[in-house]
Antibody, heavy 123, light 108 residues
Framework: ELQLVESGGGLVQPGGSLRLSCETS????????MSWVRQAPGRGLQWVAN????????YYVDPVKGRFIVSRDNARNSLFLQMGSLTAEDTAVYFC????????????????WGPGTLVAVSS | DIQLTQSPSSLSASVGDSVTITCRAS??????LNWYQQKPGKAPKLLIN???TLQSGVPSRFSGSGSGTDFTLTISSLQPEDFATYYC??????????FGQGTRLEIK
């Protein structure tokens, strides 16, 4: 069964750091681009970052550039998001998602999602 | 960045109705437009990719059309399980990948 499961969310103080993990199973993880998407309470979806199958390229939405780092461990079929200098605006449910296509061709979509993990930034 | 504007932001309809949701891109995204359905407390679910390709298991009452900057998602003969929030997404010019703001479909 295709499965993604996020972990690592929680309550963190402004300026703090947190590392999210996404464990995957049921597919060849090393073949796929992977993304993080977040959703602030009561708001819409925002793509956060993604990473190439071999980990050699990664991209970010502007508000998180320089603060977040996406990485992966293909041997452990796992995706990570290291988040730093957190602010209240980073409060959201964070989803990991598998990209079914080729990011650089434009022909892409997120076909498998985890249930999400909540990150709350508050003092 | 490419902006996606969905309309309406919300709508009410009855079981059995047909509804159409529109997604307009700030510039041409060719046919690289996807649609997702999200229910409260759940992850989004991919319904349609590349404008009109239905994902496996998605009922045929869902359909998509459009190209360039204007796209539509149509749900014919609404069923109770279809009441949810729908998002469009473009992957043509990225990064960043962007989503529309969502359309909430409620039961009348």
């Amino acid at each position: 069964e295709l499965q993604l499961v996020e972990s690592g969310g929680g309550l963190v103080q402004p300026g703090g750091s947190l590392r999210l993990s996404c464990e995957t199973s049921g597919f060849r993880f090393s073949d796929y681009w992977m993304s993080w998407v977040r959703q602030a309470p009561g708001r819409g979806l925002q793509w956060v970052a993604n990473i190439k199958p071999d980990g050699s390229e990664h991209y970010y939405v502007d508000p998180v550039k320089g603060r977040f780092i996406v990485s992966r461990d293909n041997a452990r079929n796992s995706l990570f998001l290291q988040m730093g200098s957190l602010t209240a605006e980073d409060t959201a449910v964070y989803f990991c998602a598998r990209e079914k296509g080729d990011f650089w061709s434009g022909d892409d979509a997120f076909d498998i999602w985890g249930p999400g993990t909540l990150v709350a930034v508050s003092s | 960045d490419i902006q996606l504007t969905q309309s309406p932001s919300s709508l009410s309809a009855s079981v059995g109705d047909s509804v159409t949701i529109t997604c307009r891109a700030s510039q041409s995204i060719r046919r690289y437009l996807n649609w997702y359905q999200q229910k409260p407390g759940k992850a989004p679910k991919l319904l349609i990719n590349d404008v009109s390709t239905l994902q496996s298991g998605v009922p045929s009452r869902f359909s998509g059309s459009g190209s360039g900057t204007d796209f539509t998602l149509t749900i014919s003969s609404l069923q109770p399980e279809d009441f949810a929030t729908y998002y469009c997404q473009q992957t043509y010019e990225a990064p960043p990948i962007t989503f529309g703001q969502g359309t909430r479909l409620e039961i009348k």
